[in-house]
């Protein structure tokens, strides 16, 4: 089992809460880890939770989060042994004003 308090923060969170089995983390606006888009918009400074492990593991995601302006969005990181620049992303995004 991956014990998340032995974790290393990259833009540490003002709030968030971690436990041996749980991680709750409240972002600030206009964080991102968007690195290339057709806009030119790049951005690199959303919290994040780096936790390694040589072993085989499953994990179960919660996204809670309000829309409040086009582009909001929300989603997990995982990097594995790739460079930043290729971070593969999970997420949804708002990209109308519906």
């Not at 951005?43 to 829309?67: G, I, K």
């Amino acid at each position: 089992m991956i014990d998340f308090t032995k974790g290393a923060w990259i833009f540490e969170p003002k709030r968030h809460d971690v436990s041996n089995r749980k991680v709750v983390i409240t972002t600030e606006p206009e964080t991102d880890f968007w690195q290339r888009s057709y806009y030119g918009f790049r951005n690199d400074n959303a919290p994040s939770l780096l936790v390694e492990s040589s072993d085989n593991f499953t994990f179960t995601t919660m996204v809670e989060f309000e829309y409040k302006s086009q582009f909001d969005q929300c989603g997990l990181i995982s990097t594995g042994h790739i460079p930043r620049s290729l971070l593969r992303f999970c997420g949804i995004s708002r990209s109308m004003n519906l």
